[in-house]
């Protein structure tokens, strides 16, 4: 992609002069290409990034970064030692983070030597296995997420198995915090709930470092993703307010770029953890008033002095997607509206209102109207009543297409981008099948 450029630049410099001048460049770099950020630490910049310390008894890694990638990131450390891998650390089960495993375990195998040990929070192995039990769904997801309904588009997954047969499962597991020493090397895991219940980050000690796995992604804290499990902005925030008061002077993340001096850690890390709790205060104080989670995503926004900060662009994940996942933990799946406790089929409910209106292309009309005076929101509400009432209704499905191929175009983060497309495709799609059938 960039890596000509990237190769001249190295992370920690590209760091520096985004956070000194706010200067806003793509902090994510997928270029599997290795940097020595300190004497005997080294990053592989990658889907996820590969931490790794060199110690007296053999490497250490942070994350594997995932199954299309892992093969690279292994060759890429091999660029710079040959010395085994003794342990690797999940951060987390996302599979962006372990499915890269495989490689370092065939990089062992090779060599002929016994594969590394791998060290993870006690929650992982049940992630994996959840994974496993959901793999149809979860491909669906991530298909969706990334931008497509077409089967091979995901990013993430191995084909029909969403989990990689060859990923190592953790041989060592821990509840709160465990002590790893290697070669001269100590390290303190630290379990806390995030953008996952199994998270882990690490802090070294020695030299004052923190690798954070994705509790620092360079976007918007990916706390609220609207297809996945139950995630902790409350637990997010307040990690990352320990991973300051424990004197972190580098903070080494698994996706954009290192942080290294007292200031940008303070700066960065706090201004993360400040969006969080003004969210999740926000959220809560409303839903102790009475407010339903309608007037509650309408309200609550990020505060002003945080919204253009390169490391909280809502790029990937949103604030009103975070908002939903803080109403979700504190107040459960009933959105107020009474309709909504046992509601009737939304097929009904749309064809009650197309009889009323008169007809479904009255209610295409405006729906048409409306994404025309840039009430997208609206729109979409008036069109998928339209198509639900008349699946076979080739002026619905048009509308509907042309709809959320603009409010894609309106868009920012990835997940709201994927989703948009995804509907627009669906009745591209449509179309197509009622004109071969015609
Ligand atoms: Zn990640």
């Known amino acids: 992609m960039n890596g000509a450029l990237s190769k001249s630049m190295h992370p920690v410099d590209v760091a520096n002069r985004i956070i000194d001048s706010g200067a806003s460049e793509q902090p994510n770099r997928l270029t599997n290409e290795l940097s020595v950020v300190v004497d005997d630490v080294a990053v592989v910049e990658s889907f996820s990034h590969c931490w790794a310390l060199r110690t007296e008894e053999g490497l250490v890694c942070v994350d594997t970064s995932n199954a299309h990638t892992g093969t690279a990131v292994v060759e890429a450390l091999r660029g710079w030692t040959d010395e085994p891998f003794h342990t690797l650390i999940y951060t987390h089960g996302h599979l962006d983070h372990v499915g890269g495993s495989g490689a370092f375990a065939a990089d062992a195998n090779r060599n002929g030597i016994s594969r590394p040990r791998v060290v993870a929070h006690k929650a992982l192995p049940v992630r994996l296995e959840r994974y496993r ?6 491909l669906a997801i991530n298909r969706r997420q990334f931008g497509g309904v077409k089967a091979g588009v995901g990013l993430i997954g191995a084909g029909e198995n969403f989990v990689p047969r060859d990923v190592v499962e953790p041989d060592t597991t821990y509840d ?44 918007f804290p990916n706390a609220g993703n609207p297809q996945k499990v139950q995630r902790y902005p409350v637990e997010w925030a ?27 850690v303070e700066l960065v890390l706090g201004d993360i953890a400040e969006a969080l709790e003004f969210l999740a205060d926000s959220t809560l104080a409303l839903m102790n008033e009475g407010a339903t989670i309608d007037d509650i995503i309408h309200s609550v926004r990020v505060p002003e002095h945080l919204r253009d900060q390169p490391w909280l662009v809502p790029q990937y994940d949103e604030p009103e ?71 076979e209704s080739e002026s619905a499905q048009k509308a509907r297409a042309d709809i959320y191929w603009l409010r894609r175009a309106a868009e920012r983060s990835l997940m709201s981008k994927g989703i948009y497309t995804a509907a627009a495709r669906e009745s591209e799609a449509a179309l197509l099948e009622n004109r071969v059938v015609e």
């Open 176 to 219: 709160e915090i465990a002590h790893v020493s290697v070669g001269g090397r100590d390290l303190e895991l630290h379990h806390a709930r995030g953008e996952t219940d199994d998270h882990t980050w690490v802090w070294d000690p020695r030299d004052r470092s923190v690798y954070s796995g994705d509790f620092v992604l360079w976007v």
């Open 133 to 138: 039990a959901t793999a149809g769904w979860n």
């Open 238 to 264: 307040a990690a990352l307010r320990k991973m300051i008061a424990i004197g972190a002077e580098q903070v080494y993340p698994a996706h954009g770029l290192p942080i290294v001096g007292r200031q940008r």
């Open 321 to 391: 997607f975070v908002v939903r996942n803080i109403y979700r933990q504190f107040g459960g799946w009933w959105d107020g509206n009474p309709a909504n406790l046992k509601p009737a089929p939304e097929a009904a409910v749309a064809a009650e209102v197309v009889a009323l209106v008169g007809s479904v292309d009255l209610l295409v009309n405006r729906a048409l109207a409306l994404a025309d005076e840039d009430d997208v929101r609206l729109a979409c509400h008036l069109i998928e009543m339209a198509v639900t009432a008349e699946p």
